[in-house]
T-cell receptor, first 114, second 114 residues
Framework: GPKVLQIPSHQIIDMGQMVTLNCDPVSNHLYFYWYKQILGQQMEFLVNFYNGKVMEKSKLFKDQFSVERPDGSYFTLKIQPTALEDSAVYFC????????????FGEGSKLTVL | TQTVSQSDAHVTVFEGDSVELRCNYSYGGSIYLSWYIQHHGHGLQFLLKYYSGNPVVQGVNGFEAEFSKSDSSFHLRKASVHWSDSAVYFCAVTRTEGADRLTFGKGTQLIIQP
């Protein structure tokens, strides 16, 4: 089936550093999402993105977070600076249409902030 | 505000048994209900969804779910489980207007004993 690829699968960084998580969505998909999952807890919505713009973001999407997809390349989540509470697995997702309730998820990028 | 409740954190059955994973939701508007499966260390995979029509929806690998408006429920069932069904199952709701901002339940870990 369609695949969403995420790079890196794991990243360990020191608090205060910048990190960029990369997502290669399904090729013809138009809508992109980031979700955050702290170990053992439910996945929570961070942000969604369409046509070069953020459509909606949650309160978890702090000012230190940003997303972009320059020229159809990777869809990225940047955190600058990182904090200890940013340690989590970040899942990218994409969908062809909006309002379908069906997203395709990547395998996640595990971020550990020391 | 939409909420999703999965009352069982863990469900243990024997291979070949039937299983029902429970999901209750609260939301006043028009929504999609869906189920996702997460195998250990992987991203979420879509199983099935409901929007309207026949309240029993069929998904992949023999899973089905039944919507009940009166009970505000969307329980997932399988007639005969296989060891490969061991995973965490997440129920999710999203409104039909606007972008796909999924609200997930806390998940139910299905444990299959040989």
């Amino acid at each position: 089936g369609p695949k969403v690829l995420q790079i890196p699968s794991h990243q360990i960084i020191d608090m205060g550093q910048m990190v960029t998580l990369n997502c290669d969505p399904v090729s013809n998909h138009l809508y992109f999402y980031w979700y955050k999952q702290i170990l053992g807890q439910q996945m929570e919505f961070l942000v969604n993105f369409y046509n070069g713009k953020v459509m909606e973001k949650s309160k978890l999407f702090k000012d230190q977070f940003s997303v972009e997809r320059p020229d159809g390349s990777y869809f990225t989540l940047k955190i600058q600076p990182t904090a200890l509470e940013d340690s989590a697995v970040y899942f990218c997702a994409s969908s062809l249409e909006v309002d379908t309730g069906q997203l395709y998820f990547g395998e996640g990028s595990k971020l550990t902030v020391l | 505000t939409q909420t999703v409740s999965q009352s069982d954190a863990h469900v243990t059955v024997f291979e070949g048994d039937s299983v029902e994973l429970r999901c209750n939701y609260s939301y006043g508007g028009s929504i999609y209900l869906s189920w996702y499966i997460q195998h250990h260390g992987h991203g979420l995979q879509f199983l099935l969804k409901y929007y309207s029509g026949n309240p029993v929806v069929q998904g992949v690998n023999g899973f089905e779910a039944e919507f009940s408006k009166s009970d505000s429920s969307f329980h997932l069932r399988k007639a005969s489980v296989h060891w490969s069904d061991s995973a965490v199952y997440f129920c999710a709701v999203t409104r039909t207007e606007g972008a796909d901002r999924l609200t997930f339940g806390k998940g139910t870990q299905l444990i299959i004993q040989p």
